[in-house]
C-alpha cells in the first residue's frame, strides 16, 4: 500500500469551501466564558457578548458559540487562500533515510511555511481582516511578541485596506527588527510597547520608564485602543474558538493529500503555544474519527518550559495578565506566569485554547513536553534532510514526529506518522546562530531554573 510519490500537491480548485467546527462534535458542550464587573458580580452572557462586540467583528462572536459542524468560507476569503492554498503535503523520505527507518515506518508533513507570512498565522489573519472590513472597520489594534501574527495581520489588513497597528514587546522590537520592517512593509503600523500613546502603557512607564514590555501590556495597549475608537477593532491569533475554526483547513486539506498518499495516519502530531494550529491539524482527523475512518492518535506537542497542557491545572483563567479577557475554562499555569525566554517564542503562553484543553480533558488528545535543546537537534536533523529550516516552534513536532518513528522501529511495529510543519524559521536566525554556537540551554519548569548551563 501506499503511494511512491513525494509531494501531494493540490490545485486551488480544491480548497475547502467550509471550516470544521468541532464544538457540535465534543462529548460535552464547552465550558462556556465567565466575566465579572468591577464590584464582583458576575457579567450574564449577554453583557459579555456586548463587550466583546466592542472588540470583535459580530461573525467571529457568533463562529465562536456556534452549533452548526460546518461553517461556509467567504468566496471572497478563498480567493486570497487561492494565493498560497493548499499547502503543500510531503513524505519526508530523506529524513526517513537518515534515520534508517524501515518500510513500515513513514513520516508526512503538512507545510504551512509557504503563507506570505511564513506560517499558518494568515489562515486566520485573513478572514478576521474580512469580517472587519464588512462591518465597515478601519483599523485592526493587536500585540505581537516575536512578529509573527502582527505580520500575518499586517498582510491581511493591507489586502482589505484597513490600517493595522501593532504593539509589539519592546525587547522583540528592538532584538528582531527584521519581522519589523515586514509589517511596516505591509502597510502596518509597529509600536515599541509600553508606548505612551495609551493609558496602560503610560501607567506602566510612569513606574518603570525603562520597562522592556510584555505580551501582557501589549494586550492591554491594544485593547485599549479597540475600546475607545468605534472604528477601531482588535484581534486574536490563537487560543479563541473561531481562530481554531479557521485553522481547520489544513487538516481538511491534508485528509485530502493522505488520500492521494494512499495512506492513513496513525499519529497526528501538532505543536501547541495557544493550539490554533494543532487544532488546524488535529479537529478534521477527530471529526474522521467520529465518521470511523480514522484510529490516529492526537497528539500536542508543547516545550517543557511553559509545559501547559501536561503540568498545568484545569480551571477558569483569564486569557492575559492584565485581566482585560473573559476568564476561559482551561488548562493553564496562572495569568501571571512568565515562561523562562525559550526561542519558540510562539509556545511561551500560560494558558492553551479551551477546545484543546477540553479534547485532552476528555481523553481525547494526548500531550508531551520536550525540551528546546533536543527540538534544536531535531530542527537541524530535518533542515539537513528535507532542506526546510522549520520554525522553532515547528521543531517541537518534528521532534516528536522523530520519536514516534524511532519507537515503532525499536518495537518491530509499522507506523504512518503526520505533523503540521507551521512555519519557517528565516526569522529565527538569530536562535539557530545561538544553537550551532551550542549556547541554547534547557529551563525546568517547576524550578524556573536552566538544567544545563
Ligand atoms: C504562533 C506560532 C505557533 C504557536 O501558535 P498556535 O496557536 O499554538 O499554533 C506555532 N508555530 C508557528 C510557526 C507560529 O508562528
Request: aromatic share 8%.
Given at each position: 500500500?501506499g503511494?511512491?510519490?513525494?509531494?501531494f500537491?493540490?490545485?486551488e480548485t480544491?480548497i475547502?469551501?467550509?471550516?470544521?467546527n468541532?464544538?457540535p462534535?465534543?462529548?460535552n458542550?464547552?465550558?462556556?466564558?465567565?466575566a465579572?464587573?468591577?464590584d464582583g458580580t458576575?457579567?450574564?452572557?449577554?453583557?459579555i457578548g456586548e463587550?466583546?462586540g466592542?472588540?470583535?467583528?459580530?461573525?467571529c462572536?457568533?463562529?465562536?458559540?456556534s452549533?452548526?459542524?460546518?461553517?461556509d468560507?467567504p468566496?471572497?476569503?478563498?480567493?486570497?487562500?487561492?494565493?498560497?492554498?493548499?499547502?503543500?503535503?510531503?513524505?519526508?523520505?530523506?529524513?526517513?533515510?537518515?534515520?534508517?527507518?524501515p518500510?513500515?515506518?513513514?513520516?508526512?508533513?503538512?507545510?504551512?511555511?509557504?503563507?506570505p507570512a511564513g506560517?499558518?498565522?494568515?489562515?486566520?489573519?485573513?478572514?478576521?481582516?474580512?469580517?472587519n472590513?464588512?462591518e465597515g472597520?478601519t483599523?485592526?489594534?493587536t500585540?505581537t511578541?516575536?512578529?509573527?501574527?502582527?505580520?500575518a495581520l499586517?498582510?491581511?489588513g493591507?489586502?482589505?485596506?484597513?490600517?493595522?497597528?501593532?504593539?509589539?514587546v519592546?525587547?522583540?522590537?528592538?532584538?528582531?527588527p527584521y519581522?519589523?520592517?515586514l509589517?511596516?512593509t505591509?502597510g502596518?503600523t509597529v509600536h515599541?510597547s509600553p508606548t505612551?500613546l495609551?493609558?496602560?502603557?503610560?501607567?506602566v512607564?510612569?513606574?518603570?520608564?525603562?520597562?522592556?514590555?510584555?505580551?501582557?501590556i501589549?494586550?492591554?495597549?491594544a485593547?485599549?485602543?479597540?475600546?475607545?475608537?468605534p472604528?477601531?477593532?482588535y484581534?486574536l491569533?490563537?487560543?479563541?474558538?473561531h481562530?481554531?475554526?479557521?485553522q481547520?483547513?489544513?487538516g481538511?486539506?491534508?485528509i485530502?493529500?493522505?488520500?492521494?498518499a494512499e495512506e492513513e495516519?496513525?499519529v497526528?502530531i501538532?505543536?501547541?503555544?495557544?493550539?490554533?494550529?494543532f487544532?488546524?491539524?488535529?479537529f478534521?482527523?477527530y471529526?474522521?474519527?467520529?465518521?470511523?475512518?480514522?484510529?490516529?492518535?492526537?497528539?500536542?506537542?508543547?516545550?517543557?518550559?511553559?509545559?501547559?497542557l501536561t503540568?498545568?491545572?484545569?480551571?477558569?483563567?483569564?486569557?492575559?495578565?492584565a485581566?482585560?479577557?473573559?476568564?476561559?475554562?482551561?488548562y493553564t499555569?496562572?495569568?501571571?506566569?512568565v515562561?523562562?525566554?525559550?526561542?519558540?517564542?510562539g509556545l511561551?503562553?500560560?494558558?492553551?485554547?479551551?477546545?484543546?484543553?477540553?479534547?485532552?480533558?476528555?481523553?481525547?488528545?494526548?500531550a508531551v513536553?520536550?525540551?528546546?535543546?533536543?527540538?534544536f537537534?531535531?530542527a537541524?536533523?530535518?533542515?539537513?534532510?528535507?532542506?526546510i529550516?522549520?520554525?522553532?516552534?515547528?521543531?517541537?513536532?518534528?521532534?516528536?514526529?522523530?520519536n514516534?518513528?524511532?519507537?515503532?522501529?525499536?518495537?518491530?511495529e509499522?507506523?504512518?506518522i503526520?505533523?503540521?510543519l507551521?512555519g519557517?524559521?528565516?526569522?529565527?536566525?538569530a536562535?539557530?546562530?545561538?544553537?550551532?554556537?551550542?549556547?541554547?540551554v534547557?529551563f525546568?519548569?517547576?524550578?524556573?531554573?536552566?538544567?544545563?548551563?
Amino acid at each position: 500500500m501506499g503511494s511512491d510519490k513525494t509531494r501531494f500537491g493540490l490545485d486551488e480548485t480544491r480548497i475547502p469551501e467550509a471550516w470544521y467546527n468541532v464544538i457540535p462534535d465534543l462529548k460535552n458542550p464547552p465550558a462556556p466564558p465567565k466575566a465579572f464587573a468591577p464590584d464582583g458580580t458576575e457579567l450574564t452572557m449577554d453583557q459579555i457578548g456586548e463587550r466583546l462586540g466592542m472588540i470583535f467583528p459580530a461573525e467571529c462572536i457568533k463562529q465562536e458559540m456556534s452549533p452548526e459542524r460546518w461553517i461556509d468560507i467567504p468566496g471572497a476569503v478563498i480567493d486570497v487562500y487561492k494565493t498560497y492554498r493548499p499547502s503543500p503535503l510531503l513524505r519526508a523520505r530523506q529524513l526517513e533515510r537518515v534515520l534508517g527507518l524501515p518500510a513500515g515506518v513513514k513520516i508526512f508533513y503538512k507545510y504551512e511555511g509557504v503563507s506570505p507570512a511564513g506560517s499558518h498565522k494568515p489562515n486566520t489573519a485573513i478572514p478576521q481582516a474580512y469580517y472587519n472590513k464588512l462591518e465597515g472597520i478601519t483599523k485592526i489594534s493587536t500585540e505581537t511578541g516575536a512578529g509573527q501574527w502582527g505580520s500575518a495581520l499586517s498582510i491581511a489588513g493591507a489586502l482589505y485596506g484597513i490600517d493595522v497597528e501593532v504593539f509589539m514587546v519592546k525587547v522583540s522590537y528592538e532584538q528582531k527588527p527584521y519581522r519589523r520592517i515586514l509589517m511596516e512593509t505591509y502597510g502596518g503600523t509597529v509600536h515599541a510597547s509600553p508606548t505612551d500613546l495609551t493609558e496602560a502603557g503610560r501607567h506602566v512607564l510612569a513606574m518603570d520608564p525603562d520597562s522592556t514590555g510584555s505580551l501582557g501590556i501589549a494586550i492591554s495597549e491594544a485593547v485599549e485602543v479597540a475600546i475607545k475608537d468605534p472604528g477601531t477593532h482588535y484581534a486574536l491569533g490563537s487560543v479563541l474558538n473561531h481562530v481554531c475554526l479557521h485553522q481547520t483547513i489544513i487538516g481538511q486539506e491534508a485528509i485530502e493529500q493522505m488520500r492521494l498518499a494512499e495512506e492513513e495516519p496513525d499519529v497526528v502530531i501538532g505543536c501547541v503555544g495557544g493550539g490554533s494550529n494543532f487544532a488546524g491539524i488535529a479537529f478534521p482527523y477527530y471529526h474522521r474519527k467520529l465518521e470511523g475512518k480514522s484510529n490516529a492518535r492526537l497528539l500536542a506537542v508543547e516545550p517543557k518550559a511553559c509545559p501547559t497542557l501536561t503540568a498545568g491545572e484545569y480551571r477558569y483563567d483569564l486569557g492575559d495578565e492584565a485581566g482585560m479577557t473573559p476568564q476561559m475554562l482551561m488548562y493553564t499555569l496562572g495569568h501571571d506566569f512568565v515562561p523562562a525566554g525559550i526561542h519558540a517564542g510562539g509556545l511561551r503562553y500560560h494558558g492553551d485554547s479551551p477546545l484543546v484543553s477540553q479534547l485532552v480533558h476528555e481523553g481525547e488528545v494526548e500531550a508531551v513536553a520536550v525540551d528546546q535543546t533536543a527540538c534544536f537537534d531535531a530542527a537541524a536533523q530535518f533542515a539537513r534532510a528535507e532542506g526546510i529550516l522549520p520554525a522553532p516552534e515547528s521543531s517541537h513536532a518534528i521532534l516528536a514526529a522523530i520519536n514516534e518513528a524511532k519507537a515503532a522501529q525499536a518495537a518491530g511495529e509499522d507506523r504512518c506518522i503526520l505533523f503540521n510543519l507551521s512555519g519557517h524559521g528565516h526569522f529565527d536566525l538569530a536562535a539557530y546562530a545561538a544553537y550551532n554556537a551550542g549556547e541554547l540551554v534547557d529551563f525546568d519548569f517547576a524550578a524556573g531554573t536552566t538544567l544545563e548551563e
